[in-house]
């Protein structure tokens, strides 16, 4: 089900949507996450995202970028969508242990160049990539795109 690919595309929180949908904000997370919805919750969803049943139930989300929803989209996320990487269900662990490591990474980089300053520019290339996961994880939970399993 492509229900949170819809939902962001739409610049639509969890909250919005359960209240758009008479749902309650847990059912969607439980939804977004894998769950199984009823046909009823499934009903209710399509009806407040506009659509019908079966672009719901797609496994494949394809964005129209004609749409006015597409242009409300900040760039950043736009970006996620172009390059697919919404497909792969980011979780924000996952991108959090990333941002750990690129800035890890970079501080010894950045150390290892008072010895060498061969390492200083990569050091500082990983440090900035460090800088702009923490973004994409703010990003992330500004917009509710994480695939990790809510927590109650």
């Not at 962001?8 to 996450?33: F, K, P």
């Not at 996620?80 to 979780?91: G, R, S």
Request: charged share 20%.
């Amino acid at each position: 089900m492509i229900l949170k690919e819809l939902r962001i595309s739409r610049y639509l929180s969890q909250e919005q949507l359960a209240q758009m949908s008479g749902l309650n904000v847990r059912t969607i997370q439980r939804i977004e996450s894998g769950k199984n919805a009823s046909l009823e919750s499934q009903k209710c969803l399509a009806a407040a995202l506009e659509v019908d049943l079966s672009t719901l139930n797609q496994e494949k989300f394809v964005m129209d970028k004609s749409s006015d929803n597409w242009h409300k989209l900040p760039i950043f996320l736009k970006m996620w969508f172009e390059l697919n990487i919404l497909q792969t269900k980011p979780t924000r662990r996952a991108t959090a242990r990333g941002e750990l490591m690129l800035h890890v990474g970079g501080f010894v980089a950045c150390c290892l160049a008072l010895i060498s300053d061969v390492v200083l520019l990569p050091g500082l290339m990983l440090l900035a990539s460090g800088y702009l996961m923490h973004f994409v994880i703010w990003q992330g939970d500004k917009y509710s795109i994480w695939y990790d399993e809510p927590t109650d």
